[in-house]
Nanobody
Framework: QVQLVESGGGSVQSGGSLRLSCVDS????????MGWYRQAPGKEREGVAA???????IYADAVKGRFTISQDNAKNTLYLQMNNLRREDTAEYYC????????????????????WGQGTQVTVSS
């Protein structure tokens, strides 16, 4: 069972950038299918982006062209590069170990989450 720990959150002005990191602190092995989610106050948790072990990626429409998910298997670390941040990106961000998707080429869709990180707060101000 992985133990996921996020970092890199903070406060930034609109248009700014942040990079989130997520590491498996138990070093249980190579990261497999992973994803980033977020939850804003008063809203349901939503999927943001996902990646498989081959580097295939899929993004929610709200972040396409602005966010990039990647992973460094040598470091057992997952990343989320967030550029051109908007106020509506303000949320608690969570990384997750997921069941792999069959298709990463189309529209974002949800899969079963196997483990969650504890979250890291991102606040975007105008």
């Amino acid at each position: 069972q992985v133990q996921l720990v996020e970092s890199g959150g903070g406060s930034v002005q609109s248009g700014g950038s942040l990079r989130l990191s997520c590491v498996d602190s138990k070093y249980t092995g190579r990261l497999d299918c992973m994803g980033w989610y977020r939850q804003a106050p008063g809203k349901e948790r939503e999927g943001v982006a996902a990646i498989d072990s081959n580097g295939n990626t899929i993004y929610a429409d709200a972040v396409k062209g602005r966010f990039t998910i990647s992973q460094d298997n040598a470091k057992n670390t997952l990343y989320l590069q967030m550029n051109n941040l908007r106020r509506e990106d303000t949320a608690e961000y969570y990384c997750a170990s997921e069941v792999c998707r069959d298709d990463y080429s189309g529209e974002y869709y949800y899969t079963r989450v196997l483990a969650w990180g504890q979250g890291t707060q991102v606040t975007v101000s105008s």
